[in-house]
């Protein structure tokens, strides 16, 4: 059974810019959630998709945005990048939503923003 | 809301010895699960161990076990027999509220000496 994966795994952009990063969840997983990792604040909440809805949403500016398609694949995109952003993005997929546990993270994709 | 606090930033242990990690959380909820999550230097995250709130039996998964002090909203992750694929950062990380939504640590960096 394939793990997470998430595309790109690294990246450069400059400040101004957007980006989009997907994530394709482990087959037959309808929960996909999206955390940002950095050094100085660590792993937070970005949000969760499940059948194509938000159901949750981290402490993010709305530059900050996601979606999910029927086959459950989801993206994230940030607008506007800053310095700030700067980090690693990883992609969580779970069978569903809600107080089950167990998330399964892909490798994440790496951001330098300039 | 939940916090987790971890507050052994690095850890070391020689190789076929004995290392606890040290976990506090807190959380309003009365239905929360607790886990242990291993990043080695490859960045996927990887599940260890998971506890439910509401099982008074400590988890298990061959050398690693926790010490769940539920009063104390304590949750230490103990490995037994350290071996050098152990080193890796640690996290701890509640879930709990009905939210498909990780709180985590910030983290422990653990070095196997041979």
């Known amino acids: 059974k394939a793990g997470v994966t998430q595309t790109p795994r690294y990246l450069i952009k400059t400040r101004g810019q957007q980006v989009t990063l997907s994530c394709s969840p482990i087959?037959?997983?309808?929960?996909v959630s999206w955390y940002q990792q950095t050094p100085g604040q660590g792993l937070q909440f970005l949000f969760e998709y499940f059948s194509e809805t938000q159901r949750n949403k981290g402490n993010f500016p709305g530059r900050f945005s996601g979606r999910q398609f029927s086959n459950s694949r989801s993206e994230m995109n940030v607008s506007t990048l800053e310095l700030g952003d700067s980090a690693l993005y990883l992609c969580a997929s779970s069978l569903v939503s809600g107080n089950t546990g167990e998330l399964f993270f892909g490798e994440g994709s790496r951001l330098t923003v300039l | 809301a939940q916090t987790v606090t971890q507050s052994q930033p690095e850890m070391s242990v020689q190789e076929a010895e004995t290392v606890t990690l040290s976990c506090t959380y807190d959380t309003s909820e009365s239905d929360y699960y607790l886990f242990w999550y291993k990043q080695p230097p490859s960045r996927q995250m990887i599940l260890v161990i998971r506890q439910e709130a509401y099982k008074q039996q400590n988890a298990t998964e061959n050398r690693f076990s926790v010490n769940f002090q539920k009063a104390a909203k304590s949750f230490s992750l103990k490995i037994s027999d350290s071996q050098l694929g152990d080193a890796a950062m640690y996290f701890c990380a509640c879930l709990g509220g009905g939210a498909q939504k990780l709180v985590f640590g910030q983290g422990t960096r653990l070095t196997i000496n041979p």
């Open positions: 087959s037959g997983h309808r929960s």
